[in-house]
């Protein structure tokens, strides 16, 4: 059974800054391309980062400069920070696992739950 469960989220301020988490059961991260996506209410979903097996990382054009996407991989745990928040960054944020290097949803099997993301002004 793959479990991926996502934290960190909460509330922030325009400017400031969150890390959320991924841990994964019953698969090992470092073994799969990573992704980070996030869909607002009535909006699809979003790619926000991805991370290679390798380490490389490439990222969507409304985050590049201010996300980060990392491995932990003696915890087994995949990061993202956020900097620079802004309302526009306000979503559900997901955290999956996927046997390729896009920045298509449909392209990644396994999923998250989610954790909320909320910036305010």
């Known amino acids: 059974q793959v479990q991926l469960v996502e934290s960190g989220g909460g509330l922030a301020q325009t400017g400031g800054s969150l890390r959320l988490s991924c841990g994964g059961s019953a698969i090992t991260l470092s073994n799969y391309v990573m992704g980070w996506f996030r869909q607002a209410p009535g909006e699809e979903r979003e790619f926000v980062a991805g991370?290679?097996?390798?380490?490389?990382?490439y990222y969507g054009d409304s985050v590049q400069g201010r996300f980060t996407i990392s491995r932990e991989t003696a915890k087994n745990i995949i990061h993202l920070q956020m900097n620079s928040l802004k309302p526009e960054d306000t979503a559900v944020y997901y955290c999956?696992?996927?046997?390729?290097?896009?920045?298509?949803?449909?392209?990644?099997?396994?999923w998250g739950q989610g954790t909320q993301v909320t910036v305010s002004s």
């Open positions: 991370i290679w097996r390798g380490g490389a990382s």
């Open positions: 999956a696992a996927g046997p390729i290097s896009t920045r298509r949803a449909t392209d990644f099997p396994s």
